[in-house]
């Protein structure tokens, strides 16, 4: 069966302040998350620890490979970086800030301390948190040997089957599904903000990583806006400073989740690729808020829908995925499934549970 939590909406979560002492003024936050998320701090574990190679950067964090000196045990480092845009900054803000980098730090730090998702197999876990000779917020989380899906997928092809495919999407619908459930959006659902790890002699497991740009407060109905990859987003909030209440942004990611999706099956390459028109797409490193408006409404979905034929699937998969897109790509937002549902339907048991009571599964 899926792992999906029971975990009601909260109140627990909302806006971070860099200054952890001043959430507990916040009417809308658990005091043992606040104690939690202090809690992983590990005093030490920087010094303690040596560097071995550079895996990469993003636009938040340089991420390096260290090794403790006394376990000889494997981390990922994440380093928060103080050069990029605030924080706060909006669309053509080009001002540098310190407070951005470690404001994203100790927010990623803040979610996966939270009880139910530093528990949840599909949530990348955070070992620890420490203080760099800079004074620079650096956190500690298991290494992924295997890279993110998309680098799993791309560099195995072919030899990837069916079977694995479900369930990375399965693994990674379910950890969206208990961020949700404790009022949480991730707040940049796509493939590269997914890692592939070992689960024992379990064979592969997916989990959902990168937490600095989460949204918290979901049942607030805060006015909100959304730090995803802007051709990654919703139609809704495809314009970078749209306004949206935050309960409706669940909503929105199982729309960002269907693309993800579509780029599993595609071995990790990018959903729009071969799309018509995709220059408009690909220019630049963000889409045109308008860049899929010549497909027409619900274009997307039927481009998706198209595409399942060709993707080399088991009939039952092919059936599976074709209800999957169907509940997660509408352009209107009532017309798709929460987290939960998509989940189900990705487990073939649940599947077959929904076609029984709801009618909901496709034929």
């Given at each position: ?39 992983a701090y590990i005093r030490g574990l920087y010094k303690d ?5 550079n895996l990469g950067e993003g636009s938040v964090f340089k ?301």
């Amino acid at each position: 069966m899926s792992f999906l939590d029971a975990a009601s909406f909260s109140k627990s979560w909302s806006f971070l302040p860099i200054d952890f002492g001043a959430l507990n003024n916040d009417p809308y936050r658990s005091r043992n998350t606040i104690s939690n998320a202090q809690n992983a701090y590990i005093r030490g574990l920087y010094k303690d620890s040596r560097h071995i190679q550079n895996l990469g950067e993003g636009s938040v964090f340089k991420v390096t490979l260290r090794q403790a000196i006394k376990s000889c045990q494997l981390y990922a480092l994440k380093t928060a970086k103080l050069d990029g845009r605030s924080a706060h900054g909006k669309k053509g803000d080009t001002k540098k800030s310190s407070a951005g980098g470690v404001f994203s730090a100790l927010k990623e730090i803040q979610v996966v301390s939270n009880v139910v998702l530093r528990s949840h197999p599909n949530i990348v876990n955070i070992l620890g948190w420490d203080w760099s000779l800079e004074q620079i917020p650096v956190i500690f989380v298991e290494y992924a040997e295997h890279g993110s899906v998309r680098d799993y997928l791309q560099f195995n092809e072919a030899a990837v089957p069916a079977s694995l495919k479900r369930q990375f999407a399965r693994d990674i619908a379910c950890g969206l599904n208990a961020l949700h459930a404790v009022d949480i959006a991730h707040g940049d659902v796509k493939l590269l903000n997914t890692l592939v790890f070992m689960n024992g002699k379990k064979g592969l497991i997916a989990r959902i990583s990168d937490f600095s740009h989460s949204v918290f407060g979901l049942s607030t109905k805060r006015k909100s806006t959304y730090p995803g990859s802007s051709r990654y987003n919703a139609p809704e909030i495809r314009g970078r400073e749209t306004i949206i209440l935050s309960d409706q942004l669940a909503l929105c990611e199982v729309f960002s989740f269907g693309l993800l999706v579509w780029e599993i099956l595609k071995d990790g390459r990018p959903f729009f690729d071969g799309l018509d028109g995709g220059s408009s797409i690909t220019t630049g490193t963000e889409a045109k808020e308008d860049c899929f408006d010549y497909l027409g409404l619900d274009g997307l979905l039927q481009k998706a829908l198209s595409f399942l034929p060709f993707a080399g699937l088991p009939r039952d998969d092919t059936s599976m995925f074709y209800h999957m897109f169907q509940i997660t790509l509408r352009d209107r937002a009532e017309a798709r499934s929460d987290m939960q549902v998509v989940a189900m339907a990705l487990d073939p048991w649940d599947e077959y549970f929904l076609l029984l009571n709801f009618g909901m599964a496709e034929s």
